[in-house]
């Protein structure tokens, strides 16, 4: 089952707005990170948030982070039609000799 | 040079064809994973390695195979391929359990 859930599914905005982004986990985590997946193509790395971290910026990205709900969220400020793409949240088991899993993310289409 | 190729990139194929998908990274990582996409499932693990002797199954591990050839290397197969195999493969390898995943950029696989 996945361990990760973005909120919404899809999202669509206009170029200049903010996009917000939320991830639900079920465990407990060392990090959470976010990654961007271009149409058809490799993820790509954005940002990655330890647990004991509340709030992380990148640029025009903003993550925060609550344990205690088990959320995270993904602020895109001033968005651009270049950041029409899919975000990902994975999340990591605290516990020893597991893999990364990911949501099934949130697609973002910006238009000018 | 890209830090992480996958070959083929596309592959067309026969139902019981036997397939073999393969990953070569030059980042010097240890961990290196297998992972398949399907439109709106978002990324489903189906092996991982951490290292040349660990090969640990994911969620989705049956029908498939893996080999971790050395460090470097690690192939992914099919061993008689089936129509819901049909998906977008991508390989991806990292440092640490929880560190950042660098991704190749995909093969995407059509069994007919």
């Known amino acids: 089952s996945q361990q990760g859930e973005e909120d919404p599914q899809a999202l669509s905005i206009q170029e200049g707005e903010n996009a917000t982004m939320n991830c639900s986990y079920k465990t407990s985590i060392n990090n959470l990170q976010w990654y961007r997946q271009n149409s058809g193509r490799g993820l790509v790395h954005l940002i990655l948030?330890?647990?004991?971290?509340r709030e992380k910026h990148s640029g025009r990205l903003r993550v925060t982070l609550d344990t205690s709900k088990k959320s995270s969220s993904l602020l895109i400020t001033a968005s651009r039609a270049a950041d029409t793409a899919s975000y990902f949240c994975?999340?990591?088991?605290?516990?020893?000799?597991?893999?990364?899993?990911f949501g099934k993310g949130t697609t973002l289409s910006v238009s000018s | 040079d890209a830090d992480v190729t996958q070959t083929p990139r596309n592959r067309i194929t026969k139902t019981g064809k036997r397939i073999m998908l393969e990953c070569s990274q030059t980042?010097?990582?240890?961990?290196m994973y297998w992972y398949r996409q399907d439109p709106g499932l978002g990324l489903r693990l189906i092996y991982y390695?951490?290292?040349?002797?660990?090969?640990n199954k994911g969620e989705i591990s049956d029908g498939y195979s893996v080999s971790r050839q050395a460090q470097a290397k690690f192939s992914l197969s099919l061993e008689s391929a089936i129509p819901n195999q049909t998906a977008l493969y991508f390989c991806a390898t990292s440092d640490g359990t929880a560190d950042t995943q660098y991704f190749g950029p995909g093969t995407r696989l059509t069994v007919l």
């Open positions: 994975a999340t990591d088991k605290s516990e020893a000799g597991t893999a990364l899993i």
């Open positions: 980042k010097g990582h240890d961990r």
């Open positions: 948030i330890r647990s004991n971290e």
């Open positions: 390695s951490f290292d040349v002797k660990d090969i």
